[in-house]
């Protein structure tokens, strides 16, 4: 009886070894899972994330409006004929307010007799200076502690030497325009009606906010 080889012991041993060499190249089904899970997680994060800088804030500085402790507000209001021109000044901490500017001292007889000649003035505050509901423009600036000293005392200085009053030559525009030459503002022409002075007074400064006079 011929000794013939065992094919089959042959067969088992090489099926054996391809499937341990299969099981040594090829990653688990749970490990392929996993490793994709990893690269798409990655490709949703953009690839210069570390690179890039934080966000900056796009909100500018808002800017403040400067101001002193002292004003003196150029104001407007109505009366029965073209209006009048006149100021209040103080301190801003403070309710009460100091009032200037140039009228006829009297009744209507004194107004009229002004478009003719001089008649004796007032500077104090008027009728209708300190209503709200008279007011038609008005143009506030403010000043440091030592500015106002000087304004201040002007406008006093201003009322004192200011006896007479008449419609065409020293009238109420006049007056404030005197002060607000003083305090260094470009002044409009001044025989107009005092809202349209107080107006273009503004205007032509720009609405500055804040006055700083030239050191003596």
Sequence with gaps: MNN???RS???LLAGFALATMIACTTPSASAHEANKRIAEANALVPADTASRPAPQ???RPVARVEKGPYYVDFRARTAASWGHAFVWYGKTSEKAVEVAGLTPAGDTLAYVLGHL???PSETGASYGDLDPDYLTASYRVYLNE?????VFAYIKKLQASSPVWNAETTNCTGFIGDIAEFMGLKVPYRWQRPENFVNNLKEMNGGRPMVRLSAE
């Design 146 to 150: 030592a500015d106002a000293k000087r």
């Design 57 to 59: 804030s796009t909100r």
């Design 4 to 6: 013939k080889p065992d």
């Design 9 to 11: 012991g042959y067969c």
């Design 117 to 119: 000649t001089w008649v």
